[in-house]
């Protein structure tokens, strides 16, 4: 991809509300382009408006649904919405497995939202590494309310409460009891549950358990849902709750604050990425380096002697940093 004044253009292009422009940046920022650094660069100033909502919780909970009853109460406030549709990768191609949403099509012709699915491309944390990204060009491009929906939560993939302003966590009866939740982790990111599919037996129980548990958490009592996507029940009451808990957020300082976090994850999770990489690449070429593996690889050296020699070496952290100049 053209940098410099291709960047340029496209970025200008989207500000101004081109609908083409938007997906080509995005893929950029995907595809971890070099070009990201000056996108980043040339949207900062126009980011920090969107509301963003980051939807989770176990797969076949009705995530997918949710998201959909709710961008349709939205558009009919006459906000626009971007969706970011995490899905597993394909064991094949890296892409996106179950790629833009079917439930979601019924938007797709409307010009006040835009989808995109993102693969998690070997991602722990139930997101890509690169979706901060995504969700600043949605930012920058003038969306309202960005909505980020997770792949489905396991006890590690939590990254969805760095990346949004506010986390709605989605359970079944059938997803176990509220322990279950707990041992998840799901109390310690949730702002909202909402109890999906509660037409089926259990619902009740599962929303007393949480309530009592949510009773137990020092401040603002976490709301407890109880939704039927599929039939649009519940969902009017889940956007009421949304919104109270934005004007809470905003009056406190919690958005803020989140915010301020966030960009600090953002930073430090960047650095730690790049710096491993560049002393990867260094260490394929430093014939010091190899010589040390080797020795460790053999058993003659511990990992922790190793690892002491190299920081304690001065000369070769040196030689390393200045590498590339």
């Not at 938007?22 to 126009?46: F, K, N, Q, T, Y």
């Not at 929906?149 to 760095?162: F, H, M, P, S």
């Not at 599919?197 to 109880?226: H, T």
Request: glycine share 10%; net charge negative; proline share 4%.
């Amino acid at each position: 991809m053209r940098t410099g004044q291709g960047v340029t253009e496209l970025v200008e292009r989207m500000l101004a509300g081109d609908t083409l422009a938007l997906p080509r940046l995005i893929s950029l920022v995907e595809g971890e382009s070099e070009a990201v650094a000056d996108i980043m660069r040339r949207i900062g100033p126009h980011t920090g408006r969107a509301y963003c909502i980051g939807v989770t919780g176990p797969p076949g909970t009705g995530k997918s649904t949710v998201v959909d009853k709710l961008t349709a109460i939205m558009r009919e406030k006459e906000l626009s919405v971007g969706i970011v549709a995490v899905d597993p990768s394909s064991p094949f191609s890296g892409g996106a497995l179950l790629g833009d949403r079917i439930r979601m099509q019924q938007h797709y012709l409307d010009p006040g939202v835009f989808i995109r699915s993102m693969a998690t491309r070997g991602s722990h944390g139930g997101l890509p590494v690169t979706v901060q990204g995504v969700i600043k060009l949605l930012d920058a491009s003038g969306r309202d309310v960005i909505v980020v929906e997770t792949v489905g939560v396991g006890q590690t993939e939590l990254d969805v409460v760095n990346a949004a302003d506010i986390v709605i966590v989605v359970l079944t009866p059938e997803s176990g009891d509220a322990v279950q939740a707990m041992k998840a982790g799901l109390f310690e990111i949730a702002d909202i549950f909402a109890v999906n599919k509660a037409d089926r037996e259990g619902a009740p129980r599962m929303k007393a358990e949480l309530e009592v548990f949510v009773a137990m958490k020092p401040g603002e009592p976490i709301p407890v849902v109880l939704t039927q996507a599929h039939r649009g029940i519940g969902i009017d009451e889940l956007y009421e709750e949304l919104e109270r808990r934005r004007r809470i957020q905003e009056e406190n300082g919690e958005l803020e604050r989140r915010r301020r976090q966030r960009r600090r994850e953002e930073f430090l999770e960047m650095l730690q990425r790049k710096v491993r990489g560049r002393f990867l690449d260094f260490a394929e070429k430093d014939g010091q380096l190899k010589d040390l593996a080797e020795r460790v690889v053999a058993g003659e050296l511990d990992p922790h002697s190793a690892c002491a020699q190299v920081l304690d070496d001065r000369q070769w952290l040196g030689k390393w940093l200045s590498q590339g100049q």
